[in-house]
């Protein structure tokens, strides 16, 4: 390295070269190429783990596409880990890449990881004190761009290094001028509140030392300039020993993982967190025009969300981002101007598209690759196997996937996701299914994080295999469980992945549980789950009889404990008890299906239950009104009858609390109660007259139950009820032809009639040409009248 390429300040005799930079900067990036280019180091040294050393090769592998991170995991405690990322505007990635191109030794040189993260786990097992806040931590950044009169330390940056082209000139002086102000701040502030960093840079010079020895003085540093005095100071070998021994160590494995722009934010590993990556890269690649090639961009987005932007658009934004930067006394537009010009000019002033252009241009959610070479656990290779057979993608960008599974394929991939669901890895998260409620059909929300790799490398404890740990994980969960419904919801998870050799063991424990737990709570909270697992059976071809058996005896239980339980309690017990009324009666619509050749009449005993529980009076009044209305939609009950108890309780007799409660069980929101006191102005009329009798001292009381009730109805419901009680009953009990449009007390045959014409367009059906008695069409009618 010749002394006239040499910065100031580094002189021959003076040490190696160091570049100190911004991590994730581009600006700093840039410098950090012209700088080797025009040095030519043998040896570059990169702030960063040494364990990674061996992993800098697979850099010029044309599968490694940036953003990736450098992944550390403690090897007995995969969870414990910390990462590195690096994208493709950083400065210690450039680093890597120019050494790797160029033949010239490349290495890491920060504080090796197995002591990071063994100080991460001494610091978690240490007790909390109270001894106050620690020492004040110093923004380098912000502490000079304050002094140069800039309330916005990324503003100041972008104009003294990100808009000031690199190449031109000396490629060493800005590295010069940022020591030199990096030094000011290290003699004012010291460790500025970061005494690890003493620890680190101790290691640092060592490696240093270690590398000069070996390549003399055509070596180059590139780290972060807040250390570069600390290496630049002469320290003896001696010192930096001391500050290294006795440090705690953990045996630690190192890999590439992928990361994202979105995740490049994180202060995590190179604490240097952008908000904007998406602009950051930009910068970086744009050759020239920055400004001109990033609305372009923009304009091509907006438009292919169908918004109307021209190229007089983008011309009108230069003009506008480069106006308000000569106002604001910039050299060039920031992200800030550009910005504004966006929305002024593209969005009309809205900041509807201008959040989709932050979103997917300003931070983006560009995912990194890594090469198949690099290392990894086998249960992350086995995974990568399964994804490339199943076309399953993993993808940074969220998006639905639907699954049909009757295909062969698509079954596999829900097997596989719901196995990863099981070992902690959510890859994948089930959505609503669009226009189908089957159980052939499954929606799954589809989005991978980087720290996915992390949680792989956790279940890699189960097993090699995304089967062999799924299994193992169930098995050891079901023993583990501490409550049933825990339990039934592992049998449950066991089925969707297809776990045949892992249910035995979760069904011995789901009976055992089941038969020592007594409270009535938990075993309604458990059959749901049950008994929803029996479906599964025709759809993955697995056998559920086990389970029936054990859903059966469930419910039978649930049948005998659930009128004591539900005696004496209080407004949150009752609330409660009433979803478990709602759970198990649909739970025994199904399961009285599944199992009625064996277990007998189930739904006939759950609907002495349900008469039981509406006529005790000790039973709290939102499960009595809820017993009573699951019995009128089941046809067990009459409206007569059902008026009859509502007239029962809304009477005089009855605590206007206990009244409320029971309305609010009978016709609570979300079971269709509205619609039947719409159409049942008999009910309407009793609920009325009671609230019109509720004594003023106790309306402040029953007025909460009764918003909750009425306020969860829809608009039109909530409507229509205004217009019945507004224009009061009729002769009778029920509305009369007078009354509102569509409601009367008999159908209305020829409104009916009417739309046979339309059913058999619809139905592709021929007019009849005699008699409409066998007329297809005559069945829907009915159900229309």
Not at 582 to 595: I, M, P, Y
Not at 611 to 637: F, I, K, M, N, Q
Request: overall charge negative.
């Amino acid at each position: 390295m010749a002394s006239a390429d040499r910065p100031p300040g580094g002189a021959p005799g003076e040490g190696p070269l160091l570049l100190g930079v911004r991590h994730h900067g581009p600006g700093s990036a840039r410098a950090v190429r012209a700088a080797l280019d025009a040095a030519r180091p043998r040896a570059v040294l990169i702030e960063g783990p040494p364990e990674a050393d061996a992993l800098i090769p697979l850099v010029a592998d044309e599968e490694m596409r940036p953003p990736v991170a450098l992944l550390a995991h403690a090897v007995d405690e995969p969870g414990r880990s910390a990462f590195w990322p690096l994208a493709e505007f950083s400065p210690e990635w450039v680093a890597l890449r120019w050494a790797v191109e160029h033949g010239a030794a490349a290495t890491f040189i920060d504080l090796p990881a197995a002591h990071t993260l063994a100080r991460e786990k001494e610091k978690e097992e240490l007790p909390t004190t109270e001894e106050g806040p620690g020492p004040v931590r110093v923004d380098p950044l912000a502490v000079l761009a304050d002094a140069a009169g800039y309330d916005d330390p990324e503003r100041w940056w972008e104009d003294v290094v990100e808009h000031r082209g690199a190449g031109k000139g000396d490629a060493f002086a800005p590295f010069a001028v940022l020591e030199e102000a990096m030094a000011a701040l290290r003699e004012q502030y010291g460790s500025g509140g970061q005494e690890r960093d003493l620890v680190r840079e101790a290691h640092m010079r060592l490696r240093v030392r270690a590398a000069q020895r070996e390549f003399g003085r055509e070596v180059a540093v590139v780290c972060g300039a807040w250390h570069v005095p600390a290496l630049r100071r002469k320290v003896t070998v001696a010192a930096d020993r001391a500050l290294l021994k006795g440090l705690p160590k953990v045996r630690t494995d190192m890999t590439w993982v992928p990361w994202t722009h979105r995740r490049l934010s994180r202060s995590s590993g190179y604490g240097a967190g952008i908000d904007s990556p998406g602009w950051y890269g930009h910068l970086f690649r744009a050759p020239d025009r920055p400004v001109e090639r990033w609305l372009t961009k923009v304009a091509g987005l907006l438009r292919a969300e169908d918004r109307i932007v021209s190229s007089a658009h983008v011309i009108e934004a230069v003009r506008l981002a480069g106006t308000l930067a000569a106002l604001r006394g910039r050299p060039l537009p920031g992200l800030a101007e550009t910005t504004e010009a966006v929305r002024a000019v593209m969005c009309e002033g809205s900041d509807v598209p201008l959040a989709l252009v932050h979103d997917r241009l300003v931070v983006g959610d560009v995912l990194g690759e890594v090469p198949a070479s690099a290392p990894a656990v086998p249960l992350q290779r086995d995974l990568a196997r399964l994804q490339k057979r199943l076309r399953c993608r993993p993808e940074a960008v969220e998006r639905e996937m639907e699954l049909d599974l009757r295909k062969e394929t698509d079954a596999a991939r829900s097997k596989l996701l719901h196995r990863l669901r099981l070992l902690g890895v959510d890859w994948g998260t089930p959505a609503v299914s669009r226009g189908t409620t089957g159980t052939f059909r499954e929606t799954w929300r589809l989005c991978w994080e980087p720290e996915s790799a992390v949680r792989v490398a956790e279940a890699g404890v189960w097993g090699t295999t995304v089967l062999a740990a799924a299994r193992a994980k169930a098995e050891a969960d079901a023993v583990g469980a501490r409550a049933l419904a825990d339990v039934t919801r592992l049998a449950e998870q066991c089925l969707l992945a297809e776990l045949p050799d892992a249910l035995p063991t979760v069904m011995r424990v789901l009976a055992d549980r089941a038969a020592l737990d007594a409270d009535v709570g938990h075993l309604a909270q458990a059959l749901p789950a049950l008994v929803r697992s029996l479906r599964y059976g025709d759809v993955r071809g697995t056998d559920t009889g086990a389970l029936a058996g054990v859903a059966a005896g469930l419910a039978e239980r649930v049948f005998v404990g659930l009128p004591p339980a539900c005696a004496a309690l209080d407004a949150e017990a009752a609330d409660e008890m009433r979803g478990h009324l709602d759970a198990v009666h649909g739970a025994v619509g199904l399961l009285a299906e599944a199992t009625a050749a064996v277990h007998g009449d189930l739904r006939g005993r759950w609907r002495a239950v349900l008469r039981t529980l509406s006529l005790r009076d000790t039973v709290p009044g939102v499960v009595r009104g809820r017993a009573v209305r699951l019995l009128l939609d089941e046809g067990e009950l009459a409206q007569d009858e059902a008026a009859r108890l509502m007239g029962l309780v809304l009477s005089p007799g009855t605590a206007p609390a206990d009244a409320a409660a029971w309305i609010e069980g009978f016709a609570g929101g979300g079971s269709g109660g509205g619609m039947l006191l719409v159409h049942d102005e008999r009910l309407l009329g009793l609920v009325d007259a009671w609230l019109t009798g509720v004594p003023a001292e106790a309306f402040t009381d029953v007025l909460p139950l009764l918003r909750r009730t009425f306020s969860a109805y829809e608009p039109g419901v909530r409507r229509t009820l205004g217009e019945l009680v507004r224009r009061g009953p009729r002769d009778g009990t029920t509305a009369t032809g007078v009354g509102l449009p569509g409601f009367a007390p008999d159908l209305d045959t020829g409104r009916a009639d009417a739309v046979v014409p339309l059913l058999r367009l619809l139905l592709g059906l021929a007019e009849p040409a005699g008699s409409e008695a066998d007329d297809p069409a005559n069945d829907l009618v009915g159900v229309a009248r």
